[in-house]
């Protein structure tokens, strides 16, 4: 059972577009929902979280959209750069008195931003 | 920012042999730790959950026999991966989550393990 679903599985942006990227989970005790981009082999790099007691986050160019009602979240880019051509991975975890747990993570995106 | 540092960085060994992975939290405690294994393009699968002086959970299907972890200090866990296998050639990836800020892990570099 594949508890969070990301799409699309490869997208291609032009530089100064828009990148967005979709995830839907399916447990509702998830209650963390970080974004992480990945470059082949190295480990993945936290972009930017959310829970689910606001819509919406935003960190420069990054933005989480949430919708707990739809189970859904998203990552928008803005201004997309050839620079952030990466893997981005979805997670979500549940929150236990000590902090949030092991996360489970979405397929991943393959993103490409063409100059 | 918070470091996670992984050693080795890559390693060959024989069918049969142990081979031991280290994570360390560099600038920050880590009370709790996690292993996850990440097979070529495609997503990270989480293994087990290292907790600091008591014993790892391991999520379903994962061989705590097979795959040992200790929690020895606030900055340092390890995964032995037991009398390895082909099958068990992956990358192999570390997250330390900061005791002061419970919610972020921050990800070592990964570990890619070869058996021959």
């Known amino acids: 059972q594949q508890q969070v679903k990301q799409s699309p599985q490869s997208l291609i942006v032009q530089k100064g577009g828009i990148s967005i990227i979709n995830c839907a989970y399916e447990?509702?005790?998830?209650?963390?929902f970080p974004w992480y981009q990945q470059f082949p082999g190295k480990g993945p790099a936290l972009l930017i979280a959310?829970?689910?007691?606001?819509s919406e986050k935003k960190e420069g160019r990054f933005t989480i959209s949430f919708n707990k009602s739809a189970k859904q979240f998203s990552l928008h880019i803005m201004d997309s750069q050839p620079g952030d051509s990466a893997t981005y991975f979805c997670?979500?975890?549940?929150?236990?008195?000590?902090?949030?747990?092991?996360?489970?993570f979405g397929k991943g995106t393959h993103l490409i931003i063409q100059p | 920012g918070a470091v996670v540092s992984q050693h080795p960085s890559w390693v060959i060994c024989k069918s049969g042999t142990s081979v031991k992975i280290e994570c360390r939290s560099l600038?920050?405690?880590?009370?709790?730790m996690f292993w996850y294994r990440q097979f070529p393009k495609q997503s990270l699968m989480l293994m087990a959950t290292?907790?600091?002086?008591?014993?790892?959970?391991?999520e379903q299907g994962v061989e705590k026999d097979k795959f040992l972890i200790n929690h020895a200090s606030l900055t340092l866990s390890t995964l032995t991966v037991t009398s390895a296998h082909p099958e068990d050639s992956s990358f192999y990836i570390c997250?330390?989550?900061?005791?002061?800020?419970?919610?972020?892990?921050?990800f070592g570099p990964g570990t890619r393990l070869t058996v021959l």
């Open positions: 600038d920050f405690q880590a009370t709790t």
């Open positions: 997670a979500a975890s549940m929150y236990s008195g000590g902090g949030a747990d092991g996360l489970t």
């Open positions: 447990n509702t005790a998830f209650d963390y």
């Open positions: 959310i829970r689910p007691d606001v």
């Open positions: 997250s330390a989550r900061d005791g002061g800020r419970k919610d972020t892990q921050y």
């Open positions: 290292s907790n600091e002086g008591s014993k790892a959970t391991y």
